[in-house]
């Protein structure tokens, strides 16, 4: 049993880094600050949610209620967060990339 659950753990571990990493691609990749905030949220929170996990099936003295209330916080701050920080941008009228703003017209990738 001890062993499945070091499995599962792992399994999680690396599913979380990799959420985190994607979520880091993203921020550096991705062309403006809507789609970042988009990437950022959606996998930052399976990231921590998949490390929060696997933190507690490997550790035996772990609390569960206050892994479950950490990833309930994290459920609710994170796309708060992200949708603030969009309506920011959207407020001061930060321009989005040219591809995204034809794709938003119902043109593809801008062209006319």
């Not at 949610?49 to 507690?56: H, K, M, R, Y």
Request: include cysteine; charged fraction near 15%; proline fraction near 4%.
């Amino acid at each position: 049993m001890n062993a499945v659950l070091d499995l599962l753990a792992g399994f999680m571990l690396l599913a979380g880094l990799f959420f985190v990493a994607v979520a880091a691609v993203g921020v550096l990749r991705l062309p403006d600050v809507y789609c970042r905030a988009h990437a950022l949220s959606k996998a930052m929170t399976l990231g921590i949610i998949c490390l929060l996990v696997a933190f507690g099936l490997r550790v035996p003295d772990a609390s569960w209620l206050k892994i479950g209330s950490a990833i309930l916080f994290q459920f609710v701050t994170i796309p708060v967060a992200s949708h603030l920080l969009c309506l920011v941008a959207y407020r001061r009228q930060l321009a989005r990339s040219p591809a995204r703003a034809g794709a938003a017209k119902g043109t593809r990738a801008g062209r006319e």
